[in-house]
């Protein structure tokens, strides 16, 4: 599993190194437990120096879920997620979530937040 990954994310193609990303958001849901700092190197390796946007956003999107997986919904929530088809759902439903998780942060860190839960 994790030498794929990482001979996936070496890749000189994008379309391979794409879908290396979404394998590694794969086996992280499928398997909460699976942690590779060889290939969590690589894909930040990967978000800082490729020069294609689209690969560097969803590496930082896997990185950040990696990271912070205990924020995001149960495995089976996120299994129901995933569509081979169509790679892009997962990549999109995370982002909403990580999007959602900062503006929690946000409003908890206001003083809106205290004075709602004051209110």
Known sequence: MEQGLYDGLSSN????VESA???MLIYK???????SDK?????????????SE????KATLVIFFYR??????????LISEL?????????????EMVILLISLLQLR????????QLG
């Open 39 to 51: 290939v969590m190197e690589k894909a930040s390796k990967i978000a800082e120096e490729t020069t």
């Open 68 to 77: 912070h997986q205990e924020r995001f919904p149960c495995s089976e929530i």
């Open 54 to 57: 689209q690969i560097s956003s």
């Open 13 to 16: 193609v994008n379309g391979i």
């Open 21 to 23: 990303l979404f394998n």
């Open 83 to 95: 569509d081979h088809m169509n790679q892009e759902r997962i990549f999109f439903n995370i982002l």
């Open 29 to 35: 849901i499928v398997y909460p437990g699976f942690n």
């Open 109 to 116: 860190n206001s003083q809106d937040y205290y004075q709602f």
